[in-house]
């Protein structure tokens, strides 16, 4: 069957940084996706991998290797703002995302 | 110049009623989708439709229904509402159902969400 795991919530300090980690297992693949959804909105996008390697985008990165079925989402110079879930999604063969359940960051002072 | 929008925002119904959402969107995209995010937070994808047909039709209850006029527009009926239908309805969009050009990410954009909460 296809899967996505991720951890359910994580904390961290308001400046450190923090790694959020994803394993797949879909049927066929056509790219990884992560987004940012704050507690009664919509997710909004984040970054899409579909080579193996590191993106980054500012003060978030995303990471990928097809061969483990890992992603990985890493938040630098955290924010109070950054609390959030952050869902990993992979596409698989038929181009359909396939959700996890997202990671609650929680970001203390 | 909201990318996609749905109404309402909030809907508060009796079980057995029959209720309708709506979606647009602007953005000019080919393909929209029907997500339920349930009280575990799982996203899962309803219905999508490319270019006002059915692509994707998951196990999905009969009683619900989507219809698209057009690519823009995708609004899901609900008949004879049931209380494990509460949960937040998204609908979304994408430029098209395949990975394009190189560089292209195939983004979903999401609506607001509704929640509907069924009594």
């Known amino acids: 069957g296809q899967n996505i795991d991720q951890p359910t919530e994580m904390t961290a300090t308001e400046g450190a940084i923090v790694q959020i980690n994803c394993t797949y297992q879909?049927?066929?693949?056509?790219?990884l996706f992560w987004y940012q959804q704050h507690a009664g909105e919509a997710p909004t996008f984040l970054s899409y991998?579909?080579l193996d390697g590191l993106e980054e985008k500012g003060r978030f990165s995303s990471f990928l290797s097809r061969s483990k079925g890992y992603s990985y989402l890493l938040l630098k110079e955290l924010q109070m703002k950054d609390s959030a879930s952050y869902l990993c999604?992979?596409?698989?063969?038929?181009?359909?995302?396939?959700w996890g359940a997202g990671t609650k960051l929680i970001i203390k002072p | 110049d909201t990318a996609v929008s749905q109404t309402p925002k909030y809907l508060v119904t009796q079980m057995g009623n029959d209720k309708s959402i709506k979606c647009e969107q602007n953005?000019?995209?080919?393909?929209m989708y029907w997500y339920k995010q349930d009280s575990k937070k799982f996203l899962k994808i309803m219905f999508s439709?490319?270019?006002?047909?059915?692509?994707i039709n998951e196990t999905v209850p009969n009683r619900f229904s989507p219809k698209s006029p057009d690519k823009a527009h995708l609004n899901l009926h609900i008949n004879s509402l049931e209380l494990g239908d509460s949960a937040v309805y998204f609908c979304?969009?994408?430029?098209?159902?395949?990975?394009?050009?190189?560089?292209?990410?195939?983004?979903?954009?999401f609506g607001p969400g509704t929640r509907l909460t069924v009594l």
């Open positions: 439709y490319n270019n006002k047909e059915l692509i």
């Open positions: 999604a992979a596409m698989d063969s038929n181009y359909q995302l396939i």
């Open positions: 953005l000019g995209h080919d393909t």
């Open positions: 979304a969009s994408s430029p098209d159902v395949e990975p394009g050009l190189a560089g292209s990410t195939d983004t979903q954009y």
């Open positions: 879909t049927s066929g693949f056509n790219g």
């Open positions: 991998n579909v």
